[in-house]
């Protein structure tokens, strides 16, 4: 068991690129989230897959964001057009179903220039 | 909507010493959880200790122990014998017993520990 992982650690871009984000779960975790924390303030949710199915997601997750878990297993987020205001660290957890608690990856620190 | 307040931005402590921080949540719901979760400086989030609302009894967990007040919907966070390990941003977090389980956080506490 490696944790959860995420690639890459951080991320450096111009406003208006396109990024992508990778987050791999620990194995046989069928639960994937994901979180954005901003500076000096807690995590906030925004979206969670069960398996490849994405079953729910924040009011945060503008149009310009797209995540995807195709085969159950890694996930992807995507940012479109990027904002100023999308600088933060992007963090993913997994669990299982049955689990209380979530087990959270390093994350990965957006900065948007 | 749930929500989470950390009302202490910053506590600091001497080593060895006892320290306790304020978590208070808002919630209509009865079957929830609630954490604490610690993330020291640029390393991840990892879970300190988690509390189910339906116990009544407080968890512990070595050095950690919790205050449920359920009535009162307060969570607090007691550590013993501080350590400077224990310097870190502590997250108060609820979710709800259901099929999103997804976490809210409190804004957080920044805990220092002086040698």
């Known amino acids: 068991d490696t944790g959860v992982s995420q690639n890459p650690r951080h991320k450096i871009t111009k406003r208006g690129q396109n990024v992508t984000f990778r987050c791999d779960p620990i194995?046989?975790?069928?639960?994937l989230y994901w979180y954005r924390q901003t500076l000096g303030q807690g995590p906030e949710f925004l979206t969670y897959?069960?398996?490849?199915?994405?079953?729910?997601k924040s009011r945060l997750l503008s149009d310009r964001f797209s995540a995807e878990r195709p085969k159950g297993s890694f996930s992807t987020l995507e940012i479109q057009r990027t904002e100023q205001g999308d600088s933060a660290m992007y963090l993913c957890?997994?669990?299982?179903?049955?689990?209380?608690?979530?087990?959270f990856g390093p994350g990965t620190r957006l900065t948007v220039t | 909507a749930q929500t989470v307040t950390q009302s202490q931005p910053e506590m600091s402590v001497q080593e060895a010493e006892t320290v306790t921080l304020s978590c208070t949540y808002d919630?209509?719901?009865?079957?929830?959880?609630l954490f604490w979760y610690k993330q020291p400086p640029s390393r991840q989030m990892i879970l300190v200790i988690r509390?189910?609302?339906?116990?009544?009894q407080n968890a512990t967990e070595n050095r950690f122990s919790v205050n449920f007040q359920k009535a009162a919907k307060s969570f607090s966070l007691k550590i013993s014998d501080s350590q400077l390990g224990d310097a870190a941003m502590y997250f108060c977090?609820?979710?709800?017993?259901?099929?999103?389980?997804?976490?809210?956080f409190g804004g957080g506490t920044r805990l220092m520990v002086k040698p």
């Open positions: 957890a997994s669990s299982l179903a049955l689990m209380r608690e979530q087990y």
């Open positions: 919630t209509s719901e009865s079957d929830y959880y």
């Open positions: 194995s046989e975790h069928n639960r």
């Open positions: 897959f069960q398996n490849e199915a994405q079953l729910e």
């Open positions: 509390q189910e609302a339906y116990k009544q």
């Open positions: 977090a609820y979710r709800v017993n259901n099929a999103g389980n997804m976490l809210t």
